[in-house]
């Protein structure tokens, strides 16, 4: 919040006309209305809005009325059919845009898939198609609809998009001259954490060194 408040005053003495947008899906939804919350109280007269997607409930009536009183301006988007927006229990009654049921106009599987209406590509493949409630499903959705399986299994076979296809080529092993599929070292700069990373390097190192010693592997 420091850093937020020093950017807020450097950009007013500039002219500039500063508003805060706080943005989150699932618990971060959550996690950006605390933090609007928080901007509110630690900076007066600040125009703040909250954009959450699947978040869960927050907070109790009192704290409703208090985050409306500030002038925090709040949009919960929700797909019916997801189940963490409904917890943990109806404690936060804000007014919300709640998308009606798409599973029947949409290339998506039957039956009741909680991960998939719960992911964000969902949430976003929404937002790019719905129009309004007296219209269907736009057909041209600048959205890819791949997309929507990135991560989970929601579109029907017809469209051949395999189900979780994003991820990390062989997720980031690499096959060295040993023959053996090994992480590759990492340079120092992109060691999150150099302790644990440099005792993983050592290991790999005395592997192979071990396979240099015992000689090339047993191949048909």
């Not at 009192?62 to 988007?77: A, N, P, S, Y």
């Not at 929601?154 to 040993?178: S, T």
């Amino acid at each position: 919040m420091k850093e937020v408040k020093r950017l807020v005053k450097f950009l007013k003495t500039r002219g500039e006309q500063v508003s805060l947008t706080i943005t989150g899906h699932s618990l971060r939804g959550a996690l950006a209305l605390l933090n609007a919350y928080e901007a509110a109280t630690a900076i007066p007269n600040l125009h703040i809005s909250v954009i959450s997607f699947g978040a869960p409930r927050v907070g109790n009536i009192t704290f409703r009325d208090e985050i409306h009183q500030m002038g925090v301006k709040t949009l919960r988007v929700v797909v019916k059919q997801d189940l963490i927006p409904r917890m943990p229990g109806i404690v936060f009654n804000e007014s919300l845009q709640m998308f009606d049921d798409f599973t029947g106009t949409l290339d998506w599987r039957g039956g009741f898939n909680v991960l998939g209406f719960h992911m964000l590509e969902t949430y976003l493949h929404l937002v790019d198609g719905f129009m309004s409630t007296s219209w269907t499903f736009r057909l041209n959705a600048r959205r890819d609809v791949a997309l929507v399986n990135k991560a989970c299994d929601m579109l029907v076979d017809e469209l051949r998009i395999p189900p979780c296809w994003y991820q990390m080529e062989n997720k980031g092993l690499v096959y060295n001259d040993h023959g053996r599929w090994v992480k590759p070292r990492s340079d120092p700069e992109d060691i999150p954490s150099p302790t644990r990373e440099e005792v993983h390097d050592h290991a790999i190192h005395d592997m192979e060194e071990s396979y240099k010693a015992l000689g090339p592997l047993l191949s048909v």
